[in-house]
């Protein structure tokens, strides 16, 4: 039991992947675990749900712990689950509760949040900082305890504060129910590509210094996947990610965007995918050489394995939507490997270029929700609610005593309807639940205070307002918003996620939504997911039904734009019926 605390996961074996292969033949044990992330070259083996017991109640154990690793020839000393970088996978069956305990021995705050599962009427389990809890400080520990109700597919988890989730971050993969109807042909092995931003210096430093100057973050030094750079970064060649595959299988990808500030395009040279599933919801099957991803999302594909021998790089880049905006342009690898491969040197992929919208803007536009009898879809058609939110960067007027190296001599910022959002030090959940008055207000703007061309030239001047601010919805309600991006410094993609809910896309385009936009909408087959990127210089529309009461945090998932104010919070008000409620807090809640 000692082992199993130390380096883990508590009482579940097949609970955490070290090398995120996933196996059923041979059960890996915590110490090999942690041999294995330390092996930059991993074997193929076999997927494991065939033999785990469904619906159980598993419990967990992350302590939080300083680890030292070593990328690009740079050491520093990171923040880690159980001494994984990156942190532990879980492997869980739908139906399954989850006890999460966690312990934090660093100095830093920390929250933990379950990105994507629902959690019916139990913010208290969600984990953004200041939202639905205060930190678990130095020495404190928190229990994180959920079930995962109708939600199957490849999700994750990270932290939810300061830069902290580039380090503390993993992949929740939720099986099936075991007679469940799988709308694909399920290969026999998976393989888990998590993509993550490696920066030489102290995140809590980078996030510290810009905050203090005022100024956007510095860029990060490498991507990765699955923690390791690939070898086109210098001292990198053993620290790639390898994956030995077979002619004429399948394999299943469960790609993770973990990445703070990036979206990604991602391909396999010499290979097509098939999408088959984005944030854990099926979709209709979209054959592609190339994805992207936004941070937060996840895409799950099918990948035949059609070559007879050679080595091929999987390779991610960043799509840079913003004109002008800088980013960092280098490549990360993995390397897919047949068994046959000697004397073949990998072959590059032809991603498309980091600016290349059209293919962004055409792979999202191809996306549908599957719809079947086993997997209906319940688009919102009457909508009760309906909210523009105008989404995009700003600069704050320099305040007396504050340093403003920021642009045009003020603070880089960011805002939704003009509100840059500023966290309170109460969480939001607890001072709803407990009626604490003056932590937030409730009149968030359902549309933006002036009404310009969002997406032409932008006004002079337009400096956000700060607040706390919620929009509040009745239990049961149909709601639409409409997320409109902004020219404001610059246009640009932002990936906006919603807590507690996952919502339809039913409408996109470039430029200023129109009401007229409305009745082109998609209310057959739209997709559905927890993250949604809209498009640059241009809007996204979604649906849902409000049926989860709590406070959800709604935010851009691009960290850089989220800690300077690109935030706001749903308050769901309970519904009148017995499972209408939000339920209490555990006592375990951290105090603030
Ligand atoms: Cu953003």
Redesign the pocket.
């Known amino acids: 039991m000692k082992q199993e605390m130390e380096n883990g996961s508590g009482y579940c074996e097949d609970a955490v992947s070290g090398g995120r292969m996933v196996q059923t033949e041979e059960k890996i044990n915590f110490g090999m675990v942690h041999k294995a992330f330390l092996l930059a070259t991993i074997t193929f083996t076999l997927l494991t749900s065939s033999n785990a017991s469904h619906e159980q109640t598993r419990h967990y154990q992350f302590n939080i712990t300083h680890q030292t690793v070593t990328k690009i020839c740079n050491t520093k000393k990171l923040v880690a689950v159980n001494g994984q970088y990156p942190g532990p996978d879980l492997h869980v069956n739908e139906g399954d509760r989850l006890v999460i305990r966690v312990n934090n021995f660093v100095k830093s705050n920390v929250t933990l949040h379950w990105h994507g599962i629902r959690q019916l009427r139990n913010g208290w389990a969600d984990g953004p900082s200041y939202i639905t809890q205060c930190p678990i400080q130095r020495g404190g520990s928190y229990t994180y305890n959920f079930t995962i109700v109708n939600q199957r597919g490849t999700l994750w988890w990270h932290a939810h504060i300061s830069f902290l989730r580039a380090t503390v971050y993993g992949a929740l993969i939720i099986h099936p129910k075991v007679n469940a109807h799988v709308p694909f042909p399920m290969p026999q092995s998976e393989v888990l590509l998590l993509i993550g931003e490696w920066w030489n210096a102290d995140v809590e430093m980078v996030f510290n210094e810009a905050v203090a100057s005022g100024v956007a973050p510095n860029l990060s030094d490498a991507f990765t996947i699955n923690g390791q750079p690939g070898p086109l970064y210098n001292c990198s060649a053993e620290d790639t990610f390898t994956v030995t595959i077979k002619q004429g299988k399948s394999y299943l990808l469960r790609i993770i965007n973990a990445a703070l500030n990036a979206e990604m395009f991602f391909g396999i040279a010499n290979h097509k995918l098939t999408v088959v599933e984005v944030d854990a919801l099926y979709t209709q099957p979209i054959k592609t050489s190339a994805i992207v991803i936004a941070p937060g999302q996840t895409t799950t594909v099918l990948l035949h394995a059609n070559q007879i021998r050679g080595q091929f790089y999987a390779a991610a880049h960043a799509y840079a939507s913003g004109q002008g905006v800088p980013f960092n342009p280098t490549t990360t690898t993995a390397i897919f490997r047949y068994e046959d491969h000697s004397g073949f040197d990998p072959i590059l992929p032809d991603l498309p270029q980091s600016n290349d919208t059209g293919f962004a803007s055409g792979f999202d536009g191809r996306l549908r929700s599957l719809v079947t009898p086993e997997y209906p879809i319940k688009v919102p058609k009457k909508i009760h609610r309906r909210f523009l939110f105008t989404?995009g960067l700003a600069v704050k007027a320099c305040q007396p005593n504050r340093t403003c190296a920021g642009p045009s001599g003020g603070r880089f910022a960011?805002s939704i309807n003009n509100v840059s959002f500023v966290a309170p030090t109460i969480a939001l959940l607890q001072a709803h639940f407990f009626k604490i008055r003056g932590v937030f207000t409730t009149d968030f703007p359902s549309k933006p205070p002036f009404h310009f061309n969002f997406t032409g030239k932008a006004p002079k001047n337009l400096h956000p307002t700060e607040g706390t601010e919620a929009t509040v919805i009745a239990y049961g309600d149909a709601v639409q918003i409409v997320f409109q991006d902004t020219s404001i410094l610059a246009t640009?993609n932002?990936?906006l996620h919603l807590h507690g809910y996952n919502f339809f896309v039913v409408g996109r385009g470039f430029g200023n939504f129109k009401s007229s936009d409305e009745s082109k909408f998609n209310l057959v087959d739209p997709p559905e997911r927890n993250t949604i990127g809209v498009p640059v210089g241009g809007w996204a529309a979604i649906r849902f039904n409000a049926d989860n009461p709590g406070i959800w945090f709604t935010h851009?998932h691009?960290d850089l734009?989220s800690t300077v104010g690109?935030e706001t919070a749903l308050l769901v008000q309970n519904g009148r019926g017995p499972l209408e409620s939000l339920q209490p807090p555990p006592d375990d809640l951290p105090p603030c």
Do not use: R
């Open positions: 989404v960011a640009e932002h990936p851009c691009l734009h690109l």
